[in-house]
């Protein structure tokens, strides 16, 4: 009996992460593809539209999964503050599989000014769907990739272990999800000229592969016609341990005993109460 109801919080915590991600997607690429293909909107719009998924994704699973919705923040939670490493994979999984589905609806409800901004679905929009060096156009190499992302998911992750740290002096509870929205909004006007802002390997590979499927010919390479998609997955989780690790090191150990909730969790009310 505990294996099975064991079974079914995993399948719980997985359904909440795959929903999550799925919203975040739904607005993320969304807002790409309608700047790129019909011209609607700016840089600004890219920003604030992947921040309010952000922050709609983590109301939508932070009761059951925590929100994580991004590998890197799992894998970063794992190591540093006792999240159970079985879960970390089905986690991934299921935060790819609804990056994926997400993508797939944008592509299917786009598909008509996607086909007339780039007919021959190239290299033009593919940015729709996944990053690149330089968004495709500016002289930005692999590495040169590589190195942002590590040091924006870094960022990342040292703002949402302050933000979710009740030892600290984190925002309300229910205020969390918008403040860790405000970040990704931040990072992306800072941050997001050299690889586009990925910061997440379910949110740059699972759209990647949708496209990749749904007449992208070119999904996995850059504009250089190098193998790119590796990149926004591993550099992502890299930066991820490094941003949690400075926080761990530079804050965390310096603030005073309490009780914290269970690895991965958004804090609830009573949690700020007896912190």
Sequence with gaps: MAERLKARGLLGEM??????TMI?????????????????GDHDSIAWAWGLGVTLGVYVAARISGAHLN??????????????????????????AGAFVAALLVRWNYAEVLAKADPGHTIKTQGVFSTLPGNGTLPVGTWGAFRDQVIGTAILLLLILAVSDVRNSPPAANLAPFVVG???????????????YAINPARDFGPRLASFLTGYG?????????????VPIVAPVIGGLIGAGLYQVMVARFLPPGTEPEAGRVPSPADYETA
Excluded: C, H
């Excluded at 890197?72 to 994979?89: H, P, Q, Y």
């Excluded at 405000?182 to 586009?196: C, E, F, P, R």
């Design 218 to 230: 070119t999904a996995w390479r850059d504009q250089y016609g190098q193998l790119y998609f590796w």
């Design 15 to 20: 359904a909440a992460e795959f929903a999550g």
């Design 182 to 196: 405000l970040v990704v909004v931040a990072i992306g006007m800072a941050w997001g000229t050299n690889a586009g």
């Design 71 to 96: 590998p890197a923040v799992t894998v970063a939670l794992a190591v540093f503050k006792g999240f159970s490493w079985r879960k970390v994979l089905p986690y991934a999984l299921a935060q790819t």
């Design 24 to 40: 975040l997607i739904l607005f993320g690429v969304g807002v790409v593809a309608q700047v790129a293909a019909a011209g609607i």
